[in-house]
């Protein structure tokens, strides 16, 4: 205080009790073990917030493994994932803060010891004093596994992606896949079937359909965030932080106007098809090049066609994927950093379609834009925006989620979801399968159909992290753009 004055320490006070009463955050301290379902009285919360508290969210392993640091707590589940995916879990701190203030749950629980029920092998491996950090991670068995985790940890990391144990395939009856070809399936796509049965069970997911009004206010604070940027940096900034710019904030900003794209191409803002299609417009304007009215033609294929050859035009050509699968890791890096390109030009010469006045609109909006932004804020300014595209498009952890949604890390299984903190970022779009699966609901209410129908989803393979995925695609041999799931081609 006598050196920074009372203000400062009361802006230190205030933090305090104001970060621990009504704030999303402070929601851990009820989430935790108050009783949300008799019977279960500690529980965890897999949410975007984790990442600011050392994952103390993950509560049922941390007091079954306090040991175990806060970084690696994912894991944990990763491992184990039986005695923890069928638990009752929180997605929202902030909905259980008001889920405390205006329901009426039961007082007590009845349930007795519930951190004692996991098997004792697992104990003894946390209190095992032979701790080898050189072991390859794959053939670690799960008690070695979590011996490791329980060592001390001085940084804090991301979890690797994972995959549950117990997967449901989803890709039907494959064939047997050959050297340079895709696999090949011999059903139709998963989506519809699953949608069926969940409908028939949990009718109430309907109730999660239709537009989300607060897509648009994102999209204009977005919007203005980039252009206000590329202005500032494009008359004052030197080309290094220019580009480390675009890299770091830029690319996620691009990476969140196209999939307001995403969410517009579904009319997810407005009831109105044209004022989604006009909103789309705007969250076009910092791409640069016009894309919103053509990406929706060839998105809502993909929906109703995934895997069909020439059909389904987010799939690699073959050419593409021979040329690209020649060079080893090396190649499949160039794939990486213009994969952006490729998805962009690619309907272009399997699939093209008739321009028509959206897309005449979409053109002569965005070209007039461009020049005009040119003009007034100069070409650096706009090279900033490029720049954010093909670098964010690229090696980067938010394009983690091109390779993610549908290339095949497990034969058998075509669309993987991903639960990690960057989904705040983009809509949800992480949570791929339960989109395939209900396409009318928004981003913002995705992770309602999990906690809803947790039984179709915690079986799935899925990923934790993008840049785990990029980097593993790269890495791994049998990786490639041939690992996509064909079927046969719609006449």
Not at 100 to 123: C, G, K, V, W
Not at 213 to 230: E, G, K, N, Y
Not at 308 to 336: C, Q
Not at 448 to 473: C, G
Request: hydrophobic letters at 40%; one cysteine or more; a positive charge.
């Amino acid at each position: 205080m006598k050196l920074a004055g009372p203000r400062a320490f009361a802006y230190l006070l205030a933090s305090v009790f104001l970060g621990g009463g009504l704030h999303p955050i402070a929601g851990h301290f009820i989430s935790e073990h108050y009783v949300f379902a008799p019977g279960q009285e500690t529980y965890s919360y897999y949410g975007p917030l984790n990442i600011f508290v050392y994952n103390v969210g993950y509560h049922n392993e941390h007091h079954d493994f306090p040991k175990v640091p806060g970084s690696r707590l994912r894991q944990v589940r990763e491992i184990a994932p039986e005695f923890y995916n069928n638990l009752k879990f929180h997605t929202s701190w902030t909905k259980v803060i008001v889920d405390y203030i205006t329901a009426h749950f039961p007082a007590t629980a009845n349930r007795e010891a519930p951190h004692q029920s996991l098997p004792p092998n697992l104990d003894a491996a946390l209190a095992s004093a032979n701790r080898k950090r050189d072991t390859p991670r794959r053939s670690l068995t799960p008690s070695a596994a979590l011996e490791i985790l329980a060592e001390v940890d001085i940084f804090f990391s991301p979890a690797p992606h994972c995959f549950s144990t117990h997967a449901i395939m989803s890709s039907g009856q494959l064939q047997a896949k050959t050297s340079g070809d895709f696999y090949w399936s011999k059903d139709e796509e998963p989506h519809a079937k699953r949608r069926r049965e969940i409908l028939a069970k949990y009718p109430q997911i309907k109730e999660l359909y239709g537009p989300d009004w607060t897509t648009c206010p994102q999209i204009f604070a977005v919007v203005s965030a980039q252009l206000c940027l590329a202005v500032y940096l494009g008359n004052h900034a030197s080309w290094g932080v220019l580009l480390a710019v675009a890299y770091v904030f830029g690319g996620f900003a691009t990476a969140n106007l196209f999939l307001a794209n995403h969410e517009l191409s579904h009319n997810l803002a407005f009831k109105s098809n044209a004022a989604n299609r006009v909103l789309g417009l705007v969250a076009n304007l910092p791409i640069g090049i016009p894309f919103s009215v053509a990406f929706k033609k060839y998105h809502l294929e993909h929906h109703l066609f995934q895997g069909h050859d020439h059909v389904d035009t987010d799939i690699p050509t073959k050419g593409e994927a021979r040329l690209f699968s020649m060079g080893g890791a090396a190649l499949k890096v160039v794939w990486v950093i213009g994969q952006l390109l490729f998805y962009a030009i690619r309907p272009l010469f399997l699939r093209p379609k008739p321009m028509g006045k959206w897309d005449a609109l979409n053109l002569v909006t965005q070209l007039g834009f461009d020049l005009m932004f040119m003009k007034l804020a100069g070409p650096r300014a706009f090279a900033y925006l490029l720049a954010s595209v093909f670098l964010g498009g690229g090696l980067h952890p938010i394009a983690g989620h091109f390779i993610s949604e549908h290339y095949v890390f497990a034969p058998g299984q075509e669309t993987y979801s991903y639960y990690g903190p960057l989904n705040i970022f983009v809509y949800n779009v992480g949570y791929h399968n339960e989109h395939h699966d209900f396409p009318k609901v928004p981003g913002s209410r995705l992770r309602q159909v999990r906690e809803i129908a947790p039984e179709f989803y915690n079986n799935l393979k899925f990923h934790t992290s993008w840049t785990k995925v990029i980097v593993d695609y790269i890495t791994d041999p049998s990786m490639g753009p041939f690992s996509r799931t064909l079927r046969k081609k719609v006449e």
